[in-house]
């Protein structure tokens, strides 16, 4: 089984930065990638970013020059680094974990609001 756990939300003022950690254990040696998901209220879920087993890192337009996602391996944790936060930014994070295509292991989520 493969396990993923979010930390680092809370509330940060607009053109402040947060960073946010993914810790996975288990079985890691079945994740092949992940990502980060966020979900703002009355709105679909949105893959803001994700990074392959290789380290290449794919964003959301809206993420593009002002988030980053990262890898330690060494300590099973993906990291996304947030700057130039805007309001619109405001949702729930989730981490994820690909296991197998199309199967994904989901975190519980961690909120960031972003104030104006």
């Known amino acids: 089984q493969v396990q993923v756990v979010e930390s680092g939300g809370g509330l940060v003022q607009a053109g402040g930065s947060l960073r946010l950690s993914c810790a996975a254990s288990?079985?890691?040696?079945?994740?092949?990638?992940m990502g980060w998901v966020r979900q703002a209220p009355g709105k679909e879920r949105e893959l803001v970013a994700l990074?392959?087993?290789?380290?290449?890192?794919n964003y959301s337009d809206s993420a593009k020059g002002r988030f980053t996602i990262s890898r330690d391996n060494a300590k099973n944790t993906v990291y996304l680094q947030m700057n130039s936060l805007k309001p619109e930014d405001t949702a729930v994070y989730y981490c994820?974990?690909?296991?197998?295509?199309?199967?994904?292991?989901w975190g519980q989520g961690t909120q960031v609001t972003v104030s104006s």
């Open positions: 994820n974990a690909r296991i197998a295509r199309a199967i994904y292991v």
């Open positions: 990074i392959g087993s290789s380290g290449t890192a």
């Open positions: 288990g079985d890691i040696f079945r994740i092949s990638a």
